[in-house]
């Protein structure tokens, strides 16, 4: 076949296996912080508004930038988020195939007897990456796509890099590749902090390919070494989530040192390593325990089994480059998050998506010497069948992506003696309104862990929505005797005390809330609402605006705000205000309600009437609607359809106005 053919055939095959994998994920739900990223996530509601993506998390802008594109374009329907990150993952499959083929044609690879078979090596290293089930976390868990498409930025830069230093490439052009390989650099910065190590690998990559250490060019590599500083200065200049997160883990009550952290990241380490040969037991919420010391058993083992490693791959060098710069890669790539820079959670499959670059070259090139050499059709067949496994694997695995109970369920039986997997399951049953479930899970999270704040909160909500009301106290006080910076447990308290009608308690408690966190837009809206309640319809007005403020896109706050402007006679603003929830949620009944009002009550009966009418279209059992606009009906003097509406309101059990009954009945003659 020409080689033209089978490129084009290599790609087609790529793209095809990766779609089919990930077939069966376009319909998976958010999960876990994809409600912090994208669901309650004010910051990206509009794409225009970029100072306010910057704001949310610098260092991951571009991340945050195309998730902000997707809400523009699919709102919270999940198709159009996963059909980005798959878009992303083939995207970087693409990136490796040319990657790997660019890597044949460089001075120390070109003469070699492995440069012949670069076609199907690069063709089968794309099918091992697309494929592997340790790719599910940064795919199929939307909010993960940070690290996929900085792994996509990161190969596009590396590749025009390569692109630039090929020889009798034109200076020109040359230099065109090189300077758009920086600006890839860049914008992978801006992506996720795992990039910070892409300088690194250019020079890794000069070393392996192009020059040797007495030679080699450093004003081509320095302004790739100075895009280091990218990340930790946009972290101390922003005090970005990031470098806030690394101090509350390292310094809050029950966090990570550096040394532990380093320590847990030598048996983490072994883990991924046993994840990339034998994807089997995957998890997503591992149960994974803190060393402390390097003379425990798993932490020496592991220390001197990667010692062995590294010695083994730099003897490896002069005679099998590919595959030692392969090993490099793997473990250049990981140091980000498995060092000694402390992280909430010790592991996570989602990290091992630009370390799986470098196994799937290593796991083709070693085969290659192992059995190509001689039996190129040998080693062929046995990759296929590797690919064909994983393939299997990563469809099967996808299926347990489809919703949180299917999730959290798994993660229940896998880790079994871990809180976290508990809580979560308790809250997608909260969802699915089986508070039964939700409460035994609840329970047992905290009998793993009487300290699990998260629990006592979920806790709170189920006996909240059950009218108990001393456990439900009792719940949202242990969590913030727990966690005095829990937000969401004052905010769930300070519900709680406005229900009992205790206000003053309740804006304590919102008020605590707002402090610890000045965007919980929520927390506005029921302030103002406790303030409404107090009759201070001024500090109501001012937290209605605040809530809109934090979130341009709160229909209850526009509602409510438009209810305040309607009794304080800014009928304008009033009208702008239900005008604009309804475009917010056409799908809102209520709010065609409150419109409808609005207009009756200014004697816009053929507005009102439009408005009742939609609501009951939406919601053909809305008692409300039928009884409002038989009200309508009858100024408009249309007593049959008034008469028609009451008697259908009445049938879903709503109790009509006596002086309204009476009224029709005078002017319909009926009696």
Request: charged share 15%; aromatic share 18%; hydrophobic share 45%.
């Amino acid at each position: 076949m020409k080689p033209f053919y089978f490129k084009l055939l290599s790609l087609t095959l790529i793209f095809c296996l990766g779609i089919l994998v990930y077939s069966n994920t376009f319909h998976c739900s958010f999960h876990f912080d994809d409600s912090l990223y994208i669901i309650d996530n004010f910051f990206i509601r509009d794409m225009r508004h970029l100072q306010n993506i910057w704001a949310f998390y610098p260092c991951r802008f571009v991340a945050f930038l195309s998730i902000a594109f997707n809400y523009h374009f699919n709102q919270l329907d999940v198709f159009g988020y996963h059909l980005f990150n798959i878009a992303i993952h083939l995207g970087s499959a693409f990136f490796i195939w040319w990657f790997v083929l660019m890597t044949f044609s460089t001075p120390a690879m070109k003469e070699e007897n492995i440069a012949r078979h670069a076609n199907i090596i690069a063709l089968l290293a794309g099918l091992v990456f697309v494929s592997h089930p340790a790719q599910i976390e940064a795919v199929t868990y939307i909010c993960q796509r940070a690290a996929s498409m900085a792994a996509m930025f990161y190969l596009i830069s590396l590749c025009l890099y390569v692109k630039s230093r090929l020889p009798c490439q034109p200076p020109g052009l040359a230099r065109f590749y090189y300077f758009c390989s920086l600006i890839m650099a860049i914008v992978a910065m801006f992506t996720k902090e795992t990039a910070i190590t892409l300088p690194l690998m250019v020079l890794l990559y000069e070393f392996s390919f192009f020059e040797t250490k007495k030679n080699l060019n450093w004003r081509r590599i320095i302004p790739f070494l100075l895009t280091i500083l990218i990340i930790p200065l946009t972290m101390l200049l922003t005090k970005s989530k990031f470098f806030h997160d690394i101090q509350v883990i390292a310094q809050g009550p029950g966090g990570i040192s550096p040394v532990h952290y380093l320590l847990t990241q030598f048996r983490v380490t072994v883990t991924y390593i046993r994840l990339v040969f034998f994807p089997l037991n995957q998890n997503f919420d591992y149960d994974y325990p803190v060393f402390k010391s390097i003379f425990e058993l798993p932490v020496l083992i592991s220390f001197l089994f990667l010692i062995i490693i590294f010695f083994w791959t730099k003897n490896l060098f002069s005679k099998y480059r590919l595959v030692s710069f392969s090993i490099f890669w793997f473990f250049l790539t990981l140091l980000p998050e498995s060092s000694f820079l402390p992280e909430k959670d010790v592991i996570f499959e989602h990290r091992l998506y630009l370390p799986l670059v470098g196994f799937s070259m290593f796991l083709v090139s070693a085969l290659y010497y192992l059995l190509g050499k001689n039996n190129i059709n040998m080693m062929v067949f046995a990759l296929l069948m590797i690919i064909a496994f994983n393939s299997v694997l990563t469809y099967q695995r996808n299926k347990f992506w489809k919703d949180d109970l299917t999730l959290w369920g798994d993660a229940v039986q896998k880790s079994p003696h871990k809180a976290r997997p508990y809580n979560g399951l308790g809250v997608a049953y909260i969802n699915q309104g089986n508070f039964v479930q939700a409460l035994t899970n609840f329970n047992k999270a905290i009998s793993i862990n009487p300290s699990y704040a998260n629990a006592y909160n979920g806790r709170g909500d189920i006996y909240s929505k059950q009218g108990d009301w001393a456990q439900a106290l009792s719940n949202y006080n242990k969590a913030i005797a727990i966690n005095p910076g829990y937000e969401d447990a004052y905010y769930n308290r300070g519900i709680f005390y406005e229900r009992q009608g205790n206000f003053t308690q309740a804006l304590s408690d919102y008020n605590k809330a707002i402090e610890i966190n000045p965007d919980y837009a929520e927390a506005y809206y029921n302030r103002g609402n406790t303030y409404k309640g107090q009759n201070n319809f001024t500090q109501s007005l001012n937290n209605y605006n605040k809530a809109i403020e934090k979130n341009p896109n709160y229909e209850k706050a526009y509602i409510n705000r438009g209810n305040l402007y309607s009794r304080q006679g800014s009928f304008t603003q009033a009208e702008f205000d239900y005008s604009k929830a309804i475009a917010i949620n056409p799908e809102d009944a209520q709010a065609y309600i409150n419109r409808g009002t609005f207009y009756a009550q200014q004697g816009s009966f053929i507005q009102a009437l439009s408005d009742y009418n939609k609501a009951i279209k939406l919601n053909p059992k809305f008692q409300e609607a039928y009884y409002n606009r038989a009200v309508i009906y009858y100024q408009l003097r249309e007593f049959n359809k008034a008469w028609t509406d009451v008697h259908k309101a009445e049938d879903l059990g709503y109790f009509a106005d006596p002086g309204f009954i009476g009224s029709l009945k005078k002017a319909s003659g009926k009696n």
